[in-house]
Each structure stands twice: as C-alpha cells, then as structure tokens.
C-alpha cells in the first residue's frame, strides 16, 4: 500500500510538470487552450519575404505571426500563409496586408491596415490579399535603369530634329525630379504607398513601351 502511494506521488511528479511544459509549449507555438485567437490567410505569389514566425502587426503593435504555409497548386501556384491573431483584434473586409522590413537589415513583417470605410468584420478563416512592398533602394534602382533605357533612345534619334532632343532632356529631366521627390517621400512617410507603387509600376510600364516604340520607329514618332 505504502510503495503504491510513493509511485502516485511520482507519477503526479512528473506528469503535473510535464503537462505545464506542453502548454508552455503550445502557447509559444501560437495555439490556444482558450480560442483567443483566430486564423486569416494571408494569399501570396511567393513566399521569399516570410517564413513561418513572420510577426503581424497592427500600428506597429504585434497580434500574431505566422504559423504555417500552405502551397496551393491551382489554377496557378501560389501560397496560403497562416496568421494566427489575436481574437480581440478588430480586423475587416478589404483590409490591406502589406509585406514591408522593419528597416534596411530587419526581418520582414506583415503590417495589417483597415479600410479608411469600416465594413463587415473580418471572420476566421478568412482569406485577404498580401502586397509586397517593395524596398526603397530597390525602387531607386528601377528608375536608374529606366533612366538608362530612356538616355540610350535619346541617343538613337540625336540628329533627328533639335526639337525632339529638347523635348527628351526634359523628360529625362522631369523623371530625375520625379525620382528624387519619390526618394524624398519614402524616407518622410508611408502613407500611401502601396498606392503610389501601383502607380509608379504602370509609368514605367508606360516609359517602356514608348522606349520600344522610339527604337522601332523614330522618325514616326516624331511625327505622331
């Protein structure tokens, strides 16, 4: 009798540790006992900006991470990043997730932002867009060989007519002003980018194909 208590006694000894050390565990993987949290997808074409324990902030203030992603094959791949939020949280539809560094060298971070018009609230498991923004050096990078791309067509149609160098120095001029105004408002805010990003993508899509066009064609656009 006495050797039976002395093996319930080790045995609650090592299992009430035990079980503390996995719910220590859980909670530090994001699970909760309580169901104080709730799962969002986050949809993304890759997956090089987050991994799983990406934080997910909210005004800078971190609600969750990522736990988990999950591959989905079709119609064309792409990728499913578990968030795993605080339930308390108020999220909404047609809230934004942008992709973003904390700084140059920092881990990347899921930044959640609400619409400006609050709607219905967003449900667990439900799915929301991901946008990648993208790094500032990176962009002034861009418009450099944009700038390169437009000095080597301007170079093509020297000698066609003084007006039309005229008019390229100023469009090469009002691009480098057009840079150096976007390297001004990254560094002082972010309110709007991911707009302003949209924007500045169909421009260079647009300089692109007038760089064709002027290649193919210089004398009838010109003309035109």
């Not at 792409?78 to 795993?84: G, I, K, N, Q, S």
């Not at 002034?140 to 003084?162: E, F, K, M, P, Y």
Request: hydrophobic residues 45%; aromatic residues 6%.
């Amino acid at each position: 009798m006495k050797l039976e208590k002395n093996e319930l006694r080790v045995a609650i000894f090592i299992l009430i540790p035990a079980a503390l050390l996995l719910v220590f565990v859980l909670l530090k993987l994001g699970y909760s006992i309580a169901s104080s949290t709730i799962d969002i997808y986050l949809k993304v074409d890759n997956i090089s900006s987050i991994k799983k324990g990406t934080q997910v902030k909210i005004k800078g203030y971190t609600v969750g991470r990522v736990v988990e992603i999950i591959p989905v094959y079709r119609p064309a791949l792409h990728f499913l990043a578990v968030m795993r939020l605080q339930r308390e949280i108020q999220l909404y539809e047609n809230c934004t997730a942008v992709i973003q560094n904390q700084n140059i060298i920092g881990d990347p971070v899921i930044e959640l932002r609400n619409p400006e018009r609050i709607g219905i609230a967003l449900q667990n498991g439900a799915v929301i867009e991901g946008i990648e923004l993208v790094n500032l050096e990176v962009v002034l990078q861009d418009i450099h060989i944009l700038l390169n791309t437009l000095s080597g067509t301007a170079s093509v149609i020297r000698d066609i007519s003084t007006e039309s160098k005229g008019n390229l120095r100023n469009l090469l001029g009002n691009l480098s002003s057009t840079a150096s105004t976007f390297s001004a408002m990254m560094s002082t805010s972010q309110h709007d980018i991911v707009e302003t990003l949209k924007s500045f993508k169909k421009t260079a899509k647009t300089m692109d194909e007038i760089s064709v066009e002027l290649k193919k064609h210089p004398v009838k656009f010109l003309f035109k």
